[in-house]
């Protein structure tokens, strides 16, 4: 593979405030944006730009032939001008609201990893303190088969992760546990120091029979031919990449996931209309469905989805550009599904 060398020069905070305004940008308070830049970044902010730049026709990618690459979909030529009434502010304010919507995403999976959390533990508990480390202790394809790359089976590898976030745990009852009784650590007490990914895996490798229990007590209600274990650690897959995205800052608004739960099951009344509309399923709406489903069960006076109903109300709508919740895949009439009530 060849690569290009990456020739874009540096460009300072005045070049840049230049740059936007040279494509169409309105910039009403110029000091006020030199702020947001040097607080923020032209590069961070570029992610919110690029959804109101202009659009052409269809376009389709050439190879080195002229031929069209048949893997790359056809789309909208994109110019580096914005849509004519864009201002600045406009930017700003669909940067705050993706904030937002991260910082209350983050609040909603808390509570939800908690809650798997001592479900997963208590499942593996049943065999001992130390029930982790045996592979035994879990279903075939996580604790016995081995990896065709590495020859190592998936709980050796996650095993490894959880001795190295015991290992640099500073948390006090830690390390008066290693202290007192060295390693291994009790299950109960490693688990403490798993991330959101380290008990998402953890789940997968559950026996089935408590995978399809944990399941059915977070409302995933067992039917034919659709297991309930494997249609919540999809749920569990795709809320772990919503998590990183939030604790990493990245934008959310209108990401295309890539992580995508199943659609199938009849335990929610929306998910008929998941199976019919990709671009709901493809953006973060899906997910905080999910989220909100959720937290119905674990805390039943939930007012998490009052919340962001109302944070959902404020979003800057750009009318020039075409920017609406629906890049979200929020859809029409949502307010009047059944989970928003």
């Given at each position: 593979m060849i690569f290009l060398a990456y020739n874009k020069p540096w460009t300072?905070?005045?070049d840049q405030l230049r740059k936007l305004k040279d494509r169409g940008l309105i910039i009403t308070d110029e000091v006020k944006a030199l702020e947001y830049l040097q607080r923020i970044g032209y590069y961070r902010l570029s992610g919110y730009l690029y959804a109101v730049r202009k659009q052409g026709g269809l376009v389709c990618k050439l190879d080195k032939n002229l031929k069209p690459i048949r893997k790359k979909k056809e789309s909208k030529h994109l110019y580096d001008e914005?849509?004519?009434g864009v201002t600045?502010?406009?930017i700003i304010d669909?940067?705050?609201f993706d904030k937002k919507l991260r910082q209350l995403c983050l609040d909603a999976l808390e509570r939800i990893e908690i809650a798997l959390r001592v479900d997963v533990v208590h499942a593996l508990a049943k065999e001992g303190p130390l029930a982790y480390t045996n592979p035994i202790n879990f279903n075939s394809?996580?604790?016995i088969k081995c990896s065709q790359n590495n020859g190592l089976t998936k709980h050796h590898t996650w095993i490894s992760s959880v001795a190295k976030n015991c290992t640099r745990s500073k948390q006090k009852f830690i390390e008066h546990i290693k202290?007192?009784?060295g390693y291994p650590l009790p299950l109960w007490a490693a688990a403490e120091t798993w991330d959101f990914g380290c008990l998402a895996i953890a789940y997968n490798g559950l026996p089935y029979k408590d995978a399809n229990a944990i399941a059915e007590k977070f409302g995933i209600k067992k039917e034919k031919n659709n297991a309930s274990g494997q249609i919540f650690s999809s749920y569990i897959n795709g809320l772990r990449?919503?998590?990183n995205v939030c604790a990493h800052h990245s934008r959310l608004w209108n990401l295309n996931i890539t992580e995508q739960p199943s659609n199938t099951g009849n335990h929610y009344s929306w998910l008929e209309f998941a199976r019919k509309n990709p671009h709901f399923q493809a953006r973060p709406f899906f997910l905080l469905c999910i989220v909100n489903e959720l937290l119905k069960v674990i805390n039943p006076n939930s007012k998490w989805g009052d919340r962001l109903k109302e944070h959902i109300s404020t979003f800057p709508n750009i009318q020039s550009a075409n920017i609406s919740v629906y890049g979200m895949g929020v859809q029409d009439k949502w307010l009047e599904w059944d989970i928003w009530k």
């Open positions: 300072d905070f005045d914005y849509c004519q600045f502010a406009n669909l940067y705050v394809d996580f604790g202290n007192e009784y990449y919503l998590r």
